[in-house]
């Protein structure tokens, strides 16, 4: 045999044999030939902002493997991200166990659990619905149009709502007592107030304060703040939803319309009248953070407190500015005297039809959301999620004290954040996002419809009402699509 | 060795780079097209005002960023040639420096530039007394800074191929000219260009085709904003696949452009086959 053919033959069994290992040692690849395995729990985790939090899951997991004597491989995956290894993961059939993403409730979960790809979970849900705070617990109540019924298809576990946060020392020097107690609580008055401080900080030093803005407000079409934002005004104009909470489009009710348009003048005035930077049409979620942390805003609604944990942590900043410059105040009350609507966005831990081992996910899933595990994940996100178990808000003083020790070191007596934050969940009415009445307004949030609308005013001078108008079809035709 | 004997050692030889080209491109095809042809997603994408625009910015951007790219490589790399200058050479390695900046870091950079208040650029036109632009705050703008930005990062790339070119060009045909009194205009029109434009056309063909691809620079930049006005094909496919939980619409749209590419790659088949 000549030496070219020997090195061919050489090669072609190298190839087969390397196909050979993937088909014995890797046989779930090709789902073919495959020996049993050894028991595995495969959890997909939206990677926490800080260390503290997925150190919390990973000593959750271990301890819940040692219990079960069983392996539980964790996987962390960034905020953008998670949603699309999901998706292709249920496309391929091969989901994990567990799975717990940030922008499930908005865009996925509802969808999911339409298609039938959600597993049902009332079971878990049952044995805990004393302990859930119960709007926190409607989201996880969807429609499964495969089994044409309602169920629980998730387990909450946290949720998030808008903050306020501001630099005292920013409106001291505009001139104002920057205290807590000191900002208006009334609707006009609180939005002219920081109008008033951006007016009198480039009026007393203009070269100084050209490029610092009263208010960071999110526009940007790939952001969540930014519809956020958006709903959280139109709770406060409206006097009827856009969606009943039996599921019906409502976008035809006069009222609806009114209050869309009051939502669209008041975010655009807030705008074109100079008192948010331009370059917020193009903000992502981070970049309002970062234009706060950066002090070129005085104040900014975000949902859940992770600017001034992020001061904190020292993430930036420093723990002066947390205890000492800044501060978080509660919303106004509305235009018409009625307590703030929370907008709550709701968290939770999925486990799929296809998921392999689903007896053994809800055995986690029961483990994990036990008063101790649970409290002790939340509270390493240093406050920036809310438990959506009563015993564990209401009982724990964490959530009503924050980091209340180290305030003395910089002397002042409480933490500024944390307390106010989550009395924020204690008080006024709890409001989910409408994707919770009918799974077809979650493609609303996908699509972002109001905020492109938002930003056809904004950059072409668009007619509002007609921009609204616009905007209230392409809603209905997203509802006539979902059948 | 014999021609079976030879057939055999290329087929083993092959097989390997056969086996992934299925997996990873033909079977992935197939499945896509497969898919699509299933139901009528094509037609829904077509019906998507959104679709129409990012055809047209797919176009005004590829159209833009090849051609002013090529333009710029082919008379930087002339530069290039004036290695007498020691200027010359210490700014060739400098501007190889864009093509080594990993995308993620420079296109932050460039957004962060470009911000409306506090970015480097407006500083800059207020200094000089020009008032600043809402760089990614509208259509305009935001096209402009994704055409600039794959300008500034590829073009260093497509510099060194032409330069690589002209040092393949006969010196003693400059020499003659030179003797006969011809101007740097009428060298570079009757020995560089001729020399140099086959290669031209390549690689216009060759970047066309990467860009009508291209999804990084243009989802990194914009992400389709202002108010989803600069959606490219690249990034709207996406869109639909991840965001509005739509595979198959997005799976249809990039079938949409191959296509388009095929006519691209046959032409560059011919072209590079004429010329071998």
Same mark, same amino acid.
């Given at each position: 045999?000549?030496?070219?053919?020997?090195?061919?033959?050489?090669?072609?069994?190298?190839?087969?044999?390397?196909?050979?290992?993937?088909?014995?040692?890797?046989?779930?690849?090709?789902?073919?030939?495959?020996?049993?395995?050894?028991?595995?729990?495969?959890?997909?985790?939206?990677?926490?902002?800080?260390?503290?939090?997925?150190?919390?899951?990973?000593?959750?997991?271990?301890?819940?493997?040692?219990?079960?004597?069983?392996?539980?491989?964790?996987?962390?995956?960034?905020?953008?991200?998670?949603?699309?290894?999901?998706?292709?993961?249920?496309?391929?059939?091969?989901?994990?166990?567990?799975?717990?993403?940030?922008?499930?409730?908005?865009?996925?979960?509802?969808?999911?659990?339409?298609?039938?790809?959600?597993?049902?979970?009332?079971?878990?849900?049952?044995?805990?619905?004393?302990?859930?705070?119960?709007?926190?617990?409607?989201?996880?109540?969807?429609?499964?149009?495969?089994?044409?019924?309602?169920?629980?298809?998730?387990?909450?576990?946290?949720?998030?709502?808008?903050?306020?946060?501001?630099?005292?020392?920013?409106?001291?020097?505009?001139?104002?007592?920057?205290?807590?107690?000191?900002?208006?609580?009334?609707?006009?008055?609180?939005?002219?107030?920081?109008?008033?401080?951006?007016?009198?900080?480039?009026?007393?030093?203009?070269?100084?304060?050209?490029?610092?803005?009263?208010?960071?407000?999110?526009l940007g079409t790939g952001?969540?703040?930014?519809?956020?934002?958006?709903?959280?005004?139109?709770?406060?104009?409206?006097?009827?939803?856009?969606?009943?909470?039996?599921?019906?489009?409502?976008?035809?009710?006069?009222?609806?319309?009114?209050?869309?348009?009051?939502?669209?003048?008041?975010?655009?005035?807030?705008?074109?009248?100079?008192?948010?930077?331009?370059g917020?049409l193009t903000w992502a979620?981070?970049?309002?953070?970062?234009?706060?942390?950066?002090?070129?805003?005085?104040?900014?609604?975000?949902?859940?407190?992770?600017?001034?944990?992020?001061?904190?942590?020292?993430?930036?900043?420093?723990?002066?500015?947390?205890?000492?410059?800044?501060?978080?105040?509660?919303?106004?009350?509305?235009?018409?005297?009625?307590?703030?609507?929370?907008?709550?966005?709701?968290?939770?831990?999925?486990?799929?039809?296809?998921?392999?081992?689903?007896?053994?996910?809800?055995?986690?899933?029961?483990?994990?959301?036990?008063?101790?595990?649970?409290?002790?994940?939340?509270?390493?996100?240093?406050?920036?999620?809310?438990?959506?178990?009563?015993?564990?808000?209401?009982?724990?003083?964490?959530?009503?004290?924050?980091?209340?020790?180290?305030?003395?070191?910089?002397?002042?007596?409480?933490?500024?954040?944390?307390?106010?934050?989550?009395?924020?969940?204690?008080?006024?009415?709890?409001?989910?996002?409408?994707?919770?009445?009918?799974?077809?307004?979650?493609?609303?949030?996908?699509?972002r419809?109001?905020i492109v609308?938002?930003n056809k005013?904004i950059l072409e001078?668009?007619?509002?009402?007609?921009?609204?108008?616009?905007?209230?079809?392409?809603?209905?035709?997203?509802?006539?699509?979902?059948? | 060795?014999?021609?079976?004997?030879?057939?055999?050692?290329?087929?083993?030889?092959?097989?390997?780079?056969?086996? #992934?080209?299925?997996?990873?491109?033909?079977?992935?095809?197939?499945?896509?097209?497969?898919?699509?042809?299933?139901?009528?997603?094509?037609?829904?994408?077509?019906?998507?005002p959104l679709f129409w625009r990012s055809l047209t910015n797919t176009l005004i951007y590829v159209?833009l960023a090849?051609?002013?790219?090529?333009?710029?490589?082919?008379?930087?790399?002339?530069?290039?040639?004036?290695?007498?200058?020691?200027?010359?050479?210490?700014?060739?390695?400098?501007?190889?420096?864009?093509?080594?900046?990993?995308?993620?870091?420079?296109v932050?950079?460039y957004r962060?530039?470009l911000?409306?208040?506090?970015?480097?650029?407006?500083?800059?036109?207020?200094?000089?007394?020009?008032?600043?632009?809402n760089w990614l705050g509208s259509y305009e703008g935001a096209m402009a800074a994704l055409v600039s930005f794959h300008?500034?990062?590829?073009?260093?790339?497509?510099?060194?191929?032409?330069?690589?070119?002209?040092?393949?060009?006969?010196?003693?045909?400059?020499?003659?000219?030179? #003797?006969?009194?011809?101007?740097?205009?009428?060298?570079?029109?009757?020995?560089?260009?001729?020399?140099?434009?086959?290669?031209?056309?390549?690689?216009?063909?060759?970047?066309?085709?990467?860009v009508?691809?291209e999804f990084d620079i243009p989802y990194l930049l914009t992400r389709g904003d202002p108010g989803e006005t600069t959606h490219l094909l690249s990034t709207l496919g996406f869109r639909?696949?991840?965001v509005?939980?739509? #595979?198959?619409?997005?799976?249809?749209?990039?079938?949409?452009?191959?296509?388009?590419?095929? #006519?691209?790659?046959?032409?560059?088949?011919?072209?590079?086959?004429?010329?071998?």
């Amino acid at each position: 045999m000549k030496r070219a053919t020997i090195i061919g033959v050489v090669v072609a069994v190298v190839v087969i044999a390397a196909l050979l290992s993937i088909v014995l040692v890797q046989p779930r690849i090709l789902g073919i030939g495959a020996a049993p395995q050894p028991t595995k729990l495969v959890i997909w985790w939206n990677k926490g902002y800080y260390a503290e939090e997925d150190l919390a899951l990973m000593e959750a997991a271990q301890e819940f493997g040692k219990m079960k004597g069983v392996f539980v491989e964790v996987s962390f995956f960034t905020t953008e991200d998670i949603p699309k290894k999901l998706i292709a993961a249920l496309e391929a059939r091969s989901p994990p166990d567990v799975a717990y993403a940030h922008f499930e409730d908005w865009m996925l979960s509802p969808r999911w659990a339409w298609d039938g790809l959600l597993e049902d979970v009332s079971d878990i849900i049952n044995e805990n619905k004393q302990r859930y705070i119960s709007e926190a617990l409607q989201t996880a109540y969807l429609y499964n149009n495969k089994e044409g019924k309602y169920s629980y298809y998730k387990v909450p576990i946290q949720m998030q709502t808008i903050h306020i946060h501001y630099w005292k020392d920013l409106v001291a020097e505009a001139g104002f007592d920057p205290s807590p107690e000191k900002i208006p609580k009334t609707w006009n008055e609180f939005w002219n107030f920081w109008f008033t401080v951006q007016d009198k900080l480039r009026a007393k030093d203009p070269e100084k304060y050209k490029n610092v803005y009263a208010i960071g407000w999110t526009l940007g079409t790939g952001s969540t703040d930014a519809f956020y934002n958006f709903e959280t005004i139109y709770h406060y104009y409206a006097t009827k939803p856009i969606v009943t909470p039996d599921g019906k489009l409502n976008v035809d009710d006069p009222a609806v319309r009114e209050a869309l348009i009051k939502t669209f003048e008041f975010i655009v005035n807030l705008h074109k009248r100079g008192y948010n930077p331009e370059g917020a049409l193009t903000w992502a979620d981070p970049d309002n953070n970062a234009a706060f942390h950066a002090r070129t805003i005085v104040m900014v609604p975000n949902p859940t407190i992770s600017i001034p944990a992020a001061q904190y942590f020292g993430a930036v900043g420093s723990r002066e500015n947390y205890y000492t410059k800044m501060a978080t105040v509660d919303w106004p009350k509305g235009p018409d005297g009625r307590d703030p609507p929370r907008l709550i966005a709701v968290k939770s831990l999925l486990i799929f039809k296809d998921s392999k081992n689903k007896e053994l996910a809800k055995e986690f899933i029961r483990y994990f959301i036990s008063k101790d595990v649970l409290n002790k994940y939340t509270k390493a996100s240093a406050g920036r999620w809310a438990p959506v178990f009563k015993d564990i808000l209401n009982e724990d003083k964490f959530y009503f004290e924050g980091f209340k020790a180290g305030a003395k070191a910089f002397g002042v007596e409480e933490d500024p954040h944390i307390p106010v934050a989550y009395n924020q969940f204690r008080t006024g009415r709890l409001q989910p996002f409408y994707y919770v009445y009918h799974p077809a307004y979650s493609q609303v949030y996908a699509e972002r419809t109001w905020i492109v609308y938002l930003n056809k005013v904004i950059l072409e001078n668009y007619p509002i009402d007609k921009a609204v108008d616009e905007a209230i079809a392409r809603v209905k035709q997203i509802f006539a699509a979902w059948k | 060795m014999s021609y079976k004997q030879t057939n055999f050692l290329g087929l083993a030889f092959s097989l390997p780079f056969l086996i #992934i080209f299925a997996a990873f491109v033909v079977y992935p095809l197939l499945y896509s097209a497969l898919v699509v042809s299933s139901g009528d997603y094509l037609s829904r994408v077509m019906s998507d005002p959104l679709f129409w625009r990012s055809l047209t910015n797919t176009l005004i951007y590829v159209a833009l960023a090849v051609n002013i790219k090529m333009f710029l490589a082919l008379v930087l790399s002339g530069l290039l040639t004036f290695t007498q200058f020691r200027i010359v050479k210490v700014m060739s390695y400098l501007y190889l420096l864009p093509w080594a900046v990993p995308i993620i870091a420079g296109v932050l950079s460039y957004r962060w530039m470009l911000q409306k208040e506090w970015g480097i650029v407006n500083k800059f036109l207020s200094d000089i007394g020009l008032q600043p632009v809402n760089w990614l705050g509208s259509y305009e703008g935001a096209m402009a800074a994704l055409v600039s930005f794959h300008v500034w990062k590829w073009t260093p790339l497509w510099t060194l191929t032409f330069y690589a070119a002209r040092q393949g060009i006969d010196p003693s045909l400059y020499e003659a000219a030179k #003797i006969d009194g011809a101007s740097m205009l009428k060298e570079f029109l009757y020995i560089t260009w001729p020399q140099l434009k086959y290669l031209y056309i390549f690689n216009t063909m060759l970047s066309t085709i990467w860009v009508i691809g291209e999804f990084d620079i243009p989802y990194l930049l914009t992400r389709g904003d202002p108010g989803e006005t600069t959606h490219l094909l690249s990034t709207l496919g996406f869109r639909y696949a991840f965001v509005l939980l739509r #595979i198959r619409e997005g799976l249809s749209l990039y079938l949409l452009v191959i296509p388009v590419l095929l #006519i691209f790659i046959i032409l560059l088949l011919r072209l590079f086959g004429g010329r071998r």
